[in-house]
């Protein structure tokens, strides 16, 4: 089972693995602005440190699949990895970010810790090879229409681009129209790759375009999905979360009012250490 170290260079190192300690990307979804970026890097790090999870800390510069074409999608890639690199350097923790074309990957990975391919594009060859090339880890987030077997063939676009610092994360799959189910069987068949894997489990509560305009989603949802993956054995948790999300420039639903965070992830942390100290039965195929 690899073993993914994100940082280590200039900020904590911090590790993913699919039988190791509870590791977590979180943040706001869109980076709407340095003090909105700046607080919730604060918390998360006091309480990640806290209880011993490790962080790297995420925001989207740009939220380039925006339902409608007036859909806000934050500050654009000069500004929003100028508040990265400060959130990495003064709170000592990796960064981690969303690249939507090529071009911007060398760019990105000078500032950030770890690239994260958004799940729409999960399949897009040329922004794979990219991506691996700045040699930081790639997260690659499987796409709604893909099953989770497939994404063997996106991870080896980046490993024979020669980078082996490879993440897939579950995000749900297309349930009928405007609805996202998770299938967690996905969590299994993607650890059989080898690599860590993550649930995130805030967009897989999504409810893709329902406002018309915007996409709604059903929060009630988060914890329990994040409580089935860390039982399932996962190597960590994807989490959005803003300080008032009803403000939120994106994904207003989806995204965990900060001031609950420190509950949710010792619960969380509970959980995934009870989980991984358990010896697992693993049943014989009937194929």
Do not use: W
Request: glycine fraction near 8%.
């Amino acid at each position: 089972m690899q073993t993914i170290t994100v940082g280590g260079q200039g900020s904590t190192a911090v590790n993913f693995c699919n039988t190791g300690s509870l590791s977590i990307l979180a943040g706001t979804c869109a980076i709407e602005s340095r003090d909105t970026t700046l607080k919730t890097a604060e918390t998360l790090k006091s309480v990640c440190e806290k209880l011993g999870i490790g962080l790297v800390y995420k925001g989207s510069f740009d939220k380039a699949n925006r339902t409608s074409i007036t859909g806000a999608r934050g500050t654009g890639m000069d500004e929003g990895l100028k508040i990265l690199e400060e959130v990495r350097n003064t709170f000592d923790v990796p960064v981690v970010t969303d690249v939507h074309e090529s071009q911007q990957a060398e760019a990105v990975g000078q500032v950030v810790d770890m690239l994260q391919i958004p799940a729409f594009l999960a399949r897009q060859t040329d922004l794979l090879i990219a991506c691996a090339k700045t040699g930081k880890a790639v997260n690659i987030k499987k796409a709604q229409f893909m099953a989770p077997a497939d994404m063997a063939q996106s991870a080896k676009k980046v490993t024979d681009s020669g980078n082996n610092q490879v993440l897939l994360t579950e995000r749900g799959t297309t349930f009928g129209y405007n609805n996202l189910v998770v299938d967690m069987r996905g969590l299994v068949q993607m650890a059989e790759t080898g690599f860590p894997v993550l649930m995130d489990a805030t967009h897989a509560v999504m409810q893709p375009s329902t406002h018309g305009t915007a996409s709604g989603g059903r929060r009630e949802f988060i914890a329990p999905l994040a409580r089935a993956a860390l039982a399932i054995g996962v190597s960590g948790l994807f989490l959005e979360t803003h300080p008032n999300p009803a403000s939120a420039i994106s994904d207003k639903e989806t995204q965990i009012p900060l001031n609950l965070m420190p509950e949710l992830l010792a619960e969380l942390k509970a959980l995934d250490d009870f989980c991984k100290g358990q010896q697992r039965l693993q049943l014989p195929s009937a194929a």
